[in-house]
């Protein structure tokens, strides 16, 4: 369920692309830099997502990746807040709840 999520809201985000490349593995593609990330999921016992840069691109693309990750980690959140749905439904769960606010801070560029 969150690798069909991520992969819907990868297109759905201005500028990017997205698709999927192997299983669990979603390319996500700057249209104007060909620069990209490469979010990987796993589900089951060892849940887990983990987003790396696949290509580098100019200083351009690098801005909006930071603005890319920021709306991504935006809205986790805004799934792990939702009270209408029920915890034993939610796509997402945070083993430490703190690990979206250590990851925001890693990345440089903020939203105005």
């Known amino acids: 369920p969150l690798k069909m999520f991520l992969s819907l809201w990868v297109m759905g985000q201005e500028d990017w692309s997205g698709n999927e490349i192997a299983a669990g593995q979603i390319a996500a593609v700057h249209d104007a830099t060909q620069g990209s990330l490469l979010i990987s ?3 089951g016992a060892d849940a887990g997502l983990e987003v790396s840069r696949s290509r580098d691109g100019p ?3 690098r801005l909006q990746e930071a603005l890319l990750m920021h709306r991504l980690l935006d809205e986790l959140e805004d799934i792990m807040g939702d009270s209408s749905i029920a915890d034993d439904t939610r796509v997402f769960k945070l083993a430490q709840p703190s ?3 250590a990851v925001r801070s890693t990345i440089p560029a903020r939203p105005a």
């Open 41 to 43: 999921v796993s589900e």
């Open 59 to 61: 200083l351009q693309y």
């Open 99 to 101: 690990a979206i606010d």
